[in-house]
């Protein structure tokens, strides 16, 4: 039960930091919302053709 905590917190964390290293990213324009897109749409497609 503790360990689950743990994890859950860790997993949490970690996400937050990810959220807040993608807008300061967005912010100040070193990733732009349309290469995120196209990127988005590359890893879909490879996703998709793995399964085949």
Same mark, same amino acid.
């Given at each position: 039960?503790?360990?689950d905590?743990? $994890?859950m917190?860790?997993?949490v964390? *970690?996400?937050?930091l990810m959220s807040i290293f993608?807008? *300061?990213? *967005?912010?100040?324009?070193?990733?732009?919302?349309?290469?995120? @897109?196209?990127?988005? @749409?590359l890893?879909i $497609?490879?996703?998709?053709? @793995?399964?085949d």
């Amino acid at each position: 039960m503790l360990l689950d905590k743990y $994890q859950m917190l860790l997993m949490v964390g *970690i996400l937050f930091l990810m959220s807040i290293f993608s807008i *300061i990213s *967005i912010k100040t324009g070193s990733v732009s919302i349309e290469n995120l @897109e196209r990127n988005k @749409e590359l890893i879909i $497609q490879d996703a998709l053709n @793995e399964e085949d």
